[in-house]
């Protein structure tokens, strides 16, 4: 195994830098929802649907992971089997790369740090399912994940279903302003609900087309200023949400048996997924890859209008 040095972080795949190098479009993928958002098997088959379906877009897939202490923008087929499979698979936020690179470990990453890699090597758009925010038990805990002060310093478009609907989403759509992170509805006026169309919140600012994203990028850019990201919030269709009377059901029980349990940290939010998809007999997990299906499509659209703007 090669030696990398800080310019090769993350290293990227032969086919991530060659379309870098050429200006086509390529979208980052993250691998937490991989590792700890989604259960095995499936997971896999999952990851790789992800790839294909941007290379049907016609852009290039950089699934962003750690492997044996190095960080990579675009994984192998191994890689990739390595990530899925879950054994002494850690879960990555911006602030453990540092040890993880240090100490050879092999990790996903969570929105922080994929969109921390995913800038640092130069992609501009990253697809997931729905970002991190300030959780419902807050003021006890004060968990916020450090997705939301991560995406406030990196310039980077990120498509996502709005945040996770275990969250408080008023509480994280106020954070998001007040830490000056742009958020557009995609095709709504609606802040999306992950497994939900819409969370009962609004948004200031819509778009319809892939091409309007592109111009709001780039006026991100030609206003200078810090270097925050752009949330394009991009509802999952209506005939494939969750149903929501059983989401709001057993959404209770599970924060109740998560705080019954005593479960923190970043243990919180694959428990509760986890707890969702058991107890809607796996519909919030079809509608969770229904949300990620569409924001990956989306986001290779937006690369490729991105792209054409070079
Ligand atoms: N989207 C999904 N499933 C997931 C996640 C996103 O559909 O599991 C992951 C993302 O990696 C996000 C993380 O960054 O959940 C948030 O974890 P925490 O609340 O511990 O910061
Ligand atoms: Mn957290």
Redesign the pocket.
Known sequence: MSQHTASEVPVLSAEVREALDRGRPVVAL?S??IA??LPRPRNLAVGAELEALVRAEGAVPATVAVVDGVAYAGLDKAQLERIAGGEGVRKL?HRDLAPALATGATGAT???ATAFLAARAGLRVFA?????GVHREWARTQDE???LALLARTRITVVCAGVKSILDVPGTLQRLETLGVSVLGYGTDRFPGFYLADSGEPVDWTVHRPEEVAAVMAAQDALGGPESALLVAHPVARAEQLDPELHHRVLAEALAECRERGITG?A??PYL?GFLVKATGGASLEA?LAA?RGNVRLGARIAGAWAARA
């Open positions: 993250e937490t929802i700890h958002g936020g969570t929105v922080s997931t399912g729905g970002l991190g994940s450090a997705d970043q919180v939010t997924l969770n990620v």
